[in-house]
């Protein structure tokens, strides 16, 4: 077990809503057919010349002020994203600049794809648990709007823009990273990707010509993986902490797709009323999903003390892993 507590979370939603019925004004696509695929009913998309660190930005200075804490007392800063401000130096030294925190506080950017969340989380516990950060703040954030074609309907619409984060800190007594399980799996690169912009292929007039700079899916691909390396996470992580299914108060699971959440449950036998879903309010917000559904599940005060909370993920790589925490 690793004592910590969640001292303060925090999440932000850019203004801008976007429902089914506006896009399918402008793509061949209805209501019905995202809704019923995916669970999705609106998102909020980033306004054209805001970057997305603004958003990690104000999620973190709401978990500072939910924390009573304020930019002094962060001793590390993990940003969780895929979308990096800029390749160089990517997007954690954005968020320290838009904080104000202090010139010497270490930061660090943490890729892996919609799981970025729960393994931001788990190197935080790492570092306060040998001591090597006095707290962190984790934010996830993301702003895929920008890197998918809005001519790929069958993309496009399930993307939203968002952040989240929280401020964790040492703790003594009963609080705490209970079980961690996390997972790569090399052999599913090819289900989400953005081929170009790298070193592998640097972006070329003839890559943006044919959209290799934005993300490509397998959807089918993606949803047959999903629900198993959740599963299969969470109950290692569930093993670790010595718990059951039944134990867990709330599950907060990535919002890539309701039926990928409803699989996943109805798979561990989980209770409906104990699995947090907002993807119809703010669809797939990738790495900051899970933040910003924990943010408003403690805001409208359904955590308390002592409950068990499993947070899962899956995504790009593929990478997938479950974190248990006591709160
Ligand atoms: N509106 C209308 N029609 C569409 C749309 C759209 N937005 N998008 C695709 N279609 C069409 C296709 O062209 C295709 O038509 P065709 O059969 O004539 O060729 C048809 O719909 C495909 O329909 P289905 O196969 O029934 O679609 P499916 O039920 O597989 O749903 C979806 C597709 C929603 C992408 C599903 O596969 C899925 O959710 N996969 C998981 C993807 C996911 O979760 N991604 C999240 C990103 S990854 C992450 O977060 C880690």
Redesign the pocket.
């Known amino acids: 077990m690793i004592n910590l507590r969640v001292a303060g979370t925090g999440s932000y939603l850019p203004p801008t809503c976007v429902t089914n019925e506006e896009?399918a004004r402008k793509?061949?696509?209805?209501d019905e057919?995202?809704r019923s695929?995916?669970g999705i009913r609106e998102r909020r998309l980033l306004a054209a010349g805001d970057v997305p660190s603004d958003m990690g930005v104000e999620a973190a200075r709401r978990a500072l002020l939910a924390a009573g804490r304020t930019t002094e007392d962060i001793g590390l800063l993990i940003v969780a994203s895929n979308v990096f401000e800029q390749p160089v130096p990517g997007t954690a030294p954005f968020i320290s600049k838009g904080l104000g925190l202090p010139g010497d506080v270490p930061f660090l950017d943490l890729m892996a794809?919609?799981?970025g969340f729960v393994f931001a989380v788990a190197v935080a516990g790492g570092m306060l648990s040998s001591g090597t950060a006095r707290s962190v703040m984790v934010v996830g954030h993301e702003a895929l709007s920008r890197f998918v074609s809005w001519e790929d309907?069958?993309?496009c619409?399930?993307?939203g823009d968002g952040a989240g984060a929280v401020l964790l800190e040492p703790a003594a007594g009963e609080s705490g990273i209970l079980g961690v399980s996390l997972h790569g799996d090399p052999s599913k690169v090819h289900l989400?990707r953005i081929e170009s912009g790298g070193v592998r292929a640097p972006s070329t007039v003839e890559d943006v010509r044919q959209g290799r700079h934005l993300l490509k899916?397998e959807?089918?691909g993606?949803?047959r993986s999903?629900v198993h390396m959740m599963v299969r996470a969470s109950l290692e992580a569930l093993a670790h902490a010595g718990l059951g299914v039944e134990d867990v108060d709330w599950w907060i699971p990535?919002q890539?797709?309701v039926?990928?959440i409803e699989a996943f449950a109805r798979r561990l036998a989980i209770p409906e009323s104990r699995v947090f879903v907002n993807i119809d309010r703010v669809a797939?917000t990738?790495t900051a999903s899970i933040p910003i559904g924990l943010d408003e599940l403690v805001r409208a005060g359904r955590v308390r003390e002592g409950d068990v909370l499993a947070l899962t993920?899956?995504?790009?790589g593929a990478s997938y892993g479950t974190v248990v925490l006591r709160w």
């Open positions: 896009l793509m061949e696509t209805s057919w995202i695929r995916t794809g919609c799981s309907r069958s993309t619409v399930l993307f989400l899916m959807g089918e993606v949803f999903a990535h890539a797709n039926r990928i797939n990738s993920a899956f995504g790009a």
